[in-house]
């Protein structure tokens, strides 16, 4: 499956962006999805993610609360609701797929990635 990720930009503090994530071919509901995100000079983070059905979602520990994973499988799209934005949210986001949610919660396994976009966050 090949994805696209889209909806980065600026924003400032305690602002909100919902990123989508948007998949070519037939099998999208057959994949769970994440998101991940990665700051210059850091390593990738896993931020959140959803089993095939949607009915089953995972998130980091630095954004509870405050982001939502959903998914609309008749558009092939994942989504990320992010609200009360934080400086520290500044990263590349990429979405990923994987026959299983647990290797997206593991940031293993992930059979195909997004190009990822830019948000940054203003204080």
């Known amino acids: 499956v090949q994805l696209q990720a889209s909806g980065g930009g600026l924003v400032q503090a305690g602002g909100s962006l919902r990123l989508s994530c948007t998949a070519s071919?037939?099998?999208?509901?057959?994949?769970?999805m994440g998101w991940f995100r990665q700051a210059p000079g850091k390593e990738r983070e896993f931020v959140a993610a959803?089993?095939?059905?949607?009915?089953?979602?995972y998130y980091g520990d630095s954004v509870k609360g405050r982001f939502t994973i959903s998914r609309d499988n008749t558009k092939n799209t994942v989504y990320l609701q992010m609200n009360s934005l934080k400086p520290d949210d500044t990263a590349v986001y990429y979405c990923?797929?994987?026959?299983?949610?647990?290797?997206?919660?593991?940031?293993?396994?992930?059979?195909?990635w997004g190009q990822g976009t830019l948000v940054t966050v203003s204080s």
């Open positions: 959803i089993s095939q059905s949607g009915g089953t979602t």
């Open positions: 990923g797929a994987a026959d299983r949610i647990g290797k997206v919660v593991q940031g293993t396994g992930i059979g195909s």
């Open positions: 071919g037939r099998t999208f509901s057959s994949y769970a």
